[in-house]
């Protein structure tokens, strides 16, 4: 006897995930999502599209120790932030990312990252740069400002270096993720991550795995209704 098994209704679904490189909650928040897409299987069809966002826009090119940013940024003391980085290691550990910062880690500047993630949006390449972009500075300790380091990684994922190399030299996309950037704080995006399913429904912060699958299936079932 032979079975067929019966078509499922699959709703698509347009994620724009609004985020900075050096933000370690949108590792978190991009690791639950993917793994609530997975959980969540055949009853959706997600298209993942990364959307800038720059945490500290006036970083200079040297970058600053991150406990002496955390500290002039929110006021915290050093011990809260080592506690929280322990809290941020435990979470990604939780979800197969590596953390290796430290108290002797730097805050970079990441508007040209973001400049090449724009160019990788347009090669099919978008999610597989930001990955390793994460990668490259949480786990490896990689400065994601410097050009050298960004060609490198942009290389790695099966982009041309030579054409990286090319935009990182001039001001190419510049104006692209400029009027990006406004456009997500125009909308009311003031924190990251911001993850905006269908332009409408958004879900901030690094959330779990199942609060994502509650949204994304809260989301379904009012497309459907």
């Excluded at 699959?10 to 933000?23: M, Y």
């Excluded at 959706?44 to 945490?55: R, Y």
């Excluded at 949480?138 to 090319?166: C, K, M, N, W, Y």
């Excluded at 935009?167 to 990251?192: C, F, M, N």
Aim: with cysteine.
């Amino acid at each position: 006897m032979l079975f067929r098994s019966l078509p499922t209704m699959s709703t698509a679904l347009k994620i724009d995930f609004v985020s900075d490189v050096s933000c370690p909650w949108c590792v978190i928040g991009l690791r639950g999502l993917t793994e609530a897409l997975d959980q969540l299987g055949a009853e959706v069809q997600a298209e993942i599209h990364f959307q800038p966002f720059e945490l500290n826009p006036n970083m200079p090119a040297e970058g600053q120790n991150i406990v002496e940013h955390i500290t002039e940024k929110y006021g915290s003391t050093a011990e809260e932030s080592q506690a929280n980085r322990a809290r941020i290691r435990d979470m990604g550990a939780e979800l197969g990312f590596a953390f290796r910062t430290d108290g002797q880690s730097r805050i970079y500047n990441t508007f040209d990252a973001h400049r090449l993630l724009h160019w990788a949006g347009l090669e099919g390449l978008q999610y597989n740069l930001k990955e390793a972009l994460f990668k490259a500075y949480f786990s490896d300790g990689q400065d994601p400002s410097d050009h050298a380091t960004l060609v490198r990684i942009a290389e790695s994922v099966g982009l041309d270096p030579r054409r990286a190399a090319a935009i990182l030299a001039t001001d190419e996309y510049a104006a692209d993720v400029r009027e990006q950037e406004q456009l997500w704080v125009s909308r009311g995006v003031s924190s990251v991550p911001t993850i905006v399913f269908n332009g409408q429904y958004a879900v901030s912060g690094g959330q779990p795995v199942d609060a994502f699958v509650g949204a994304i299936r809260q989301i379904i079932r009012e497309s459907q209704s």
